[in-house]
């Protein structure tokens, strides 16, 4: 088929590059021309697992293409995915400007029966704002279609790839039967294609990381209450997943959940609840859960010091929301960075992919290292921020000779506590005790 994808972002690119791995071919559309210029020139903009392969396969193969033409694109195109950016507001809302502008433009411009698909996570009742602003210069049939993204950041490409499920919501027969075509190839196995309405196509996607955050949130709660009791958090995850109604992923405690997805989608969801006079008395408290769980590392490290950290520095390792990525949005990390450095503190980070996107967000605020040992010369304490795997084993005998103290506050609690009593070291870490 012939597709268009609007927007080149995170979403927007990985959508494009796998549409195409299945013999699609793609034209990917943005208004930004240095970036397109670089997509022509075969730079990939974000770091992402496999992402790279794909993208260089399908280029030369001639299937994956980049433009600024907006115009060119939807004319050669059966269906057109929208993958743009719908950032939240001063209250939470999602901004719709730049679907809804895209849309106002498609309708000038398609010629023949199109597909419309909103690929963004955007609030319920979306579809019909699209439609409704194509409608008002656009005389030809076409349909718009819900098929929300499930693409977790480091493993996008084998999520679109090999999908659990792809959900399209559409009242259009027409429509439903060109999109389960399209996504045939990536159900080979069995996974199941769903057909719904939009408007529940859209909440499903906001429900679902709803309930993960929501996961995330109480474990992280359990865990505190672990440190209080004297229990460990450990032993308790694992007695809790082994349950099969409950299941052991998202239940790992940590300094809170971060990145372009939960945190906006979470707030976008409540607002929704107060518009409609529905409050999400579950949420609200999952919003307020999370802020607080982001601060505990850096109190953590307040306590240690006794509230006095000027003159203090500190190695940091992590900056990206999660491990695989090199995004930095609502990050734990920058919230344990402000603190530290408000009250004095200095900070030396490194991370294998993100400190480009750091430099960019807070070029001046901290020092970065070129790798994780040298982050560690001179600091009086390490803090880790992201589970990166290459921080998962590392020389602890090599690490104590760098640091002024054996000092190690861990927010991803990659550590076993016997280990850490035999080499001989401080560690304080999310709902366990502190050897």
């Not at 075509?181 to 196995?189: A, D, I, N, T, W």
């Not at 809790?240 to 405690?253: A, E, K, Q, V, Y």
């Not at 921080?391 to 991803?412: C, M, Q, W, Y």
Request: proline letters at 4%; one cysteine or more.
């Amino acid at each position: 088929m012939n597709i268009a994808v609007v927007g080149t972002g995170y979403v927007g690119l990985v959508t494009g590059t796998c549409l195409a791995e299945t013999g699609n071919k793609v034209i990917c559309v943005d208004i930004d021309t240095e970036k397109v210029t670089d997509l022509q020139n075969g730079k990939v903009p974000i770091y992402e697992p496999n992402l790279e392969t794909l993208f260089e396969r399908n280029i030369n193969h001639g299937r994956l293409e980049f433009t600024t033409d907006l115009e060119m694109a939807v004319s050669n195109s059966q269906i057109v995915f929208l993958a743009l950016p719908t950032p939240p507001g001063e209250d939470g809302s999602a901004d719709l400007s730049y679907v809804l502008g895209v849309a106002h433009e498609l309708g000038t411009l398609i010629k023949d029966y199109t597909i419309i698909v909103d690929k963004s996570t955007v609030p319920v009742g979306t579809a019909e704002l699209v439609r409704k602003e194509i409608a008002k210069s656009c005389k030809i049939e076409f349909d718009v279609v819900s098929n929300p993204e499930f693409l977790r950041e480091g493993f996008a490409v084998s999520d679109f790839m090999k999908p659990e499920r792809v959900i399209i919501g559409s009242n259009s027969e027409k429509a439903k039967a060109i999109m389960g075509k399209l996504f045939g190839p990536y159900v080979r196995q069995g996974n199941p294609i769903l057909l719904m309405d939009e408007r529940s196509a859209e909440l499903t996607k906001y429900a679902a990381n709803s309930f993960l955050a929501t996961k995330i949130s109480f474990m992280n709660e359990i865990a505190n209450l672990c440190e209080k009791l004297d229990a460990n958090v450990d032993m308790v995850r694992v007695g809790m997943g082994s349950d099969s109604r409950i299941g052991n992923r998202f239940l790992f405690p940590g300094i809170g959940y971060g990145g372009s997805c939960f945190p906006k989608d979470v707030a976008a969801l409540v607002k929704t609840g107060e518009i409609e006079n529905s409050e999400l008395h579950i949420l609200s408290a999952v919003m307020t859960a999370n802020k607080y769980q982001k601060e505990i590392l850096a109190n953590k490290i307040l306590a240690y010091y006794n509230g006095n950290v000027s003159g203090k520095h500190f190695a940091l390792w992590g900056l990206a929301f999660k491990p695989d990525t090199d995004d930095v949005r609502e990050a734990p990390s920058l919230s344990i960075i402000d603190t530290l450095v408000n009250k004095g503190a200095t900070i030396t980070a490194f991370d294998p992919a993100a400190i480009g996107n750091t430099k960019k967000l807070i070029p001046d605020k901290i020092n970065f290292a070129s790798n994780q040992y040298e982050a560690l010369k001179g600091a009086d304490a390490l803090i880790i921020a992201t589970e990166w795997a290459v921080f998962r084993t590392p020389d602890f005998i090599k690490a104590k000779g760098l640091l002024k103290e054996s000092v190690i506050f861990d927010g991803r609690n990659l550590y076993e506590l016997e280990q850490m009593t035999n080499e001989g070291y401080y560690y304080n870490s999310i709902g366990r005790k502190t050897v």
